[in-house]
């Protein structure tokens, strides 16, 4: 059965700190690795990372993927009350025929203080 | 383009009672996706389509069922609410040939 297990399940900070958010996995086939952003609504798309190593960055969120270690991470730097949500990461599976089926973490919840 | 729609957005249900949750998307995607959320629990799948004539079921089937009624749309149905089934359902399609899924606004349902 694949796993998503993200840390911390909650954190707390002040405007302008950075913050960086884990995802560990356990999956049988890789093939992606997605991160996602939660405020009251709808997850919106945020990154997707397939090869290891490489960031993908945009503005002050950027995000790497370790496929030997089987982790991503997802850095927030200078922080803004904006940014308060539930960030959900997930693994794509290569088994099967079809793309898009995602095992989702449990979310880390950020909160962001003025 | 609205994307993904889900109707309604709020529901109260009583156990026994049957609803139908209703998602269309206008993105021209091939698969979509049913999912429920729970408190601490991420998004669980219930059931899928990965394209307009098939569906799956996902990690959490029992109690659901679904219909794709053609490639816009994609239903979910409780036939018999129970309290367990109190949680937000999220809509998701994707395009095929990548894992990025996109959602709908949810729906919030509470079974008393």
């Known amino acids: 059965e694949d796993k998503v297990v993200q840390s911390p399940l909650s954190l707390v900070v002040h405007e302008g700190d950075t913050v960086t958010l884990n995802c560990s996995y356990e999956?049988?086939?890789?093939?992606?690795l997605l991160w996602y952003k939660q405020e009251k609504k709808a997850p919106t798309f945020l990154f997707m990372l397939t090869s290891s190593g490489i960031e993908k960055k945009s503005g002050r969120l950027s995000s790497i993927l370790d496929k030997k270690e089987l982790f991503s991470i997802l850095n927030i730097t200078a922080t803004q009350t904006g940014d308060s949500a539930v960030y959900l990461c997930?693994?794509?599976?290569?088994?099967?025929?079809?793309?898009?089926?995602?095992?989702f973490g449990q979310g880390t919840i950020l909160t962001v203080h003025p | 383009n609205a994307g993904v729609t889900q109707t309604p957005k709020f529901q109260v249900l009583k156990t026994g009672q049957s609803m139908t949750l209703q998602c269309a998307q206008d993105?021209?995607?091939?698969?979509m996706y049913w999912y429920r959320q729970d408190p601490g629990m991420g998004l669980r799948l219930i059931y899928y389509s990965a394209s307009e004539g098939t569906t799956d079921k996902g990690e959490v089937p029992n109690g659901y069922n679904v219909s794709r009624l053609n490639k816009r749309e994609f239903s979910l149905r409780l036939e018999s609410a129970a309290p367990s089934q109190t949680s937000v359902y999220f809509c998701?399609?994707?395009?095929?040939?990548?894992?990025?899924?996109?959602f709908g606004p949810g729906t919030r349902l509470t079974v008393l």
């Open positions: 998701a399609s994707n395009i095929g040939g990548t894992d990025t899924q996109y």
């Open positions: 999956v049988t086939n890789f093939r992606s």
């Open positions: 997930a693994v794509g599976n290569a088994g099967g025929t079809s793309y898009g089926k995602l095992t």
């Open positions: 993105m021209n995607h091939n698969s």
